[in-house]
């Protein structure tokens, strides 16, 4: 069933030219077009369904540095400081607040790769605190457990999945921007080698710059263009519980289950990591790539079915511009949840925070993380198309550095100071052999 999300009007009228267009309604979508709008830009923000329906309202809501690979936790920092600065610009709520994020263990090897991490981020000016097993059952005390220690990263937080993407996108709206839901892209026009515009299902646009913030379907929008992006998917489920838990924690992961409070008092639970692997054809084009990834998380992955296959979002296919696509076919990727995964989830968490035996299941979801062999985003411009920028594969971690994420593509765009060092997420670096070091946090 689909997640929940809030819902925007949009612009009703295809603009004829933009100074850029971005493909993608999700949180790096938005925050990209929103950059661009707020320097000026003329920018034309294209979803192929609703704003933020797929991943971007599907996941935790975690904005964290905790744990960060160390390519992406400079963005991870920069984007807490713009999650904050958003609603100080526009007045929107995205639900983003600074509630720290707790994470308990009894697991010394997890512990110690914790420390591992508490030492490297201390070297970058990030806070975060580790716990004694007296601090740990004192911040966990709603589990009624003890714990051999855990972690607190007071400045980190949460944002509300539901609301975020959509009233970025009102923003932009707000800034002259226009938005437009239900327009799918179905590739791009070139001139002498590089962008001059972008066909969608409602007509065309000229363009000189297309931001693909596709999410799981970059891949195969890559693929109709010649561009080799290394990208597989794999399906997560989770649910949400009424209302009615006291005293729990705000955002707590343990090895059994995590939690995030929700807007409406509810929460969110899901197991870190548990996911379906389901084939598709993408999947088995780039297998050798994800090879060390899979097997590194083969605890946690299980073999799916067809979900991924009959979704469309990982075909081969070359489609036709003048026809209908598979974006078109399916606006908004909602695949089956894992009953097993839902009913085990609840079963834990009950069984953790006994709190939430006053709670029952409100909603329960499913949808696909899309990766890149390395774990680390690809932003940036294609090699061998000039104005076409890349803002895909963000293995999971998207939602909260999406501001982060935004800013770099604006960066990028309009020549500015980059906000990070570009050069970790170059997509050009997941087509040499050798694909860099999967992330150890």
Known sequence: MPAPLYRIETSPQLPKEADVVVIGGGIAGVFSAYYLAQRGMKVALLEKGLIGAEQSSRNWGWCRQQNRDARELPMSTHS???????????????????????????????????????????????????LSAGEAREKGRATNRDWKGGVFSPTDGIADPSRAAPVVARAILKMGGTVHQMCAARGLELQGGRVSGVVTENGAIATKVVVLAGGAWASSFCHQQGIRFPQASVRS????????????????????????????????????????????????????????????????????????????????????????????????????????????????????????????????????????????????????????????????????IGPGAGHLVADIVTGATPIVDPAPYRPDRLNTSVWGKVAEF
């Open 237 to 400: 489920s989770i649910l949400s519980v009424t209302p009615g838990a006291k005293g729990l924690p705000d955002a707590l992961h343990t090895a059994d289950v995590s939690i995030t409070s929700r807007g409406d008092g509810g929460y969110t639970l899901a197991i870190s990591g548990r996911a379906r692997v389901d084939p598709s054809p993408q999947q088995l084009r780039f297998s050798r790539e994800f090879v060390p990834m899979f097997l590194k998380r083969r605890k946690s992955l299980a073999l799916g079915g067809l979900e991924g296959w009959k979704a469309g979002h990982e075909t081969l296919r070359k489609w036709r511009m003048d026809a209908v696509t598979p974006m078109e076919k399916n606006r908004i990727l909602d695949p089956k949840i894992d009953r097993t995964q839902i009913d085990e989830t609840y079963r834990r968490a009950l069984s953790l925070l006994p709190e939430l035996q006053k709670t029952k299941i409100a909603s329960a979801w499913a949808g696909f993380i899309d990766s890149t062999p390395d774990g680390v985003p690809a932003i940036g411009e294609v090699e061998g198309i000039p104005g076409f920028i890349l803002a895909a594969g963000f293995s999971g971690h998207g939602f909260g």
């Open 80 to 130: 807490l400081a713009l999650w904050e600065r958003f609603a100080e610009e526009t007045g929107e709520d995205t639900g983003f607040r600074r509630c720290g994020l707790l994470y308990l263990s009894n697991n010394e090897a997890e512990l110690e790769g914790w420390a591992r991490w508490r030492d490297f981020a201390r070297t970058v000016g990030v806070t975060t605190h580790m």
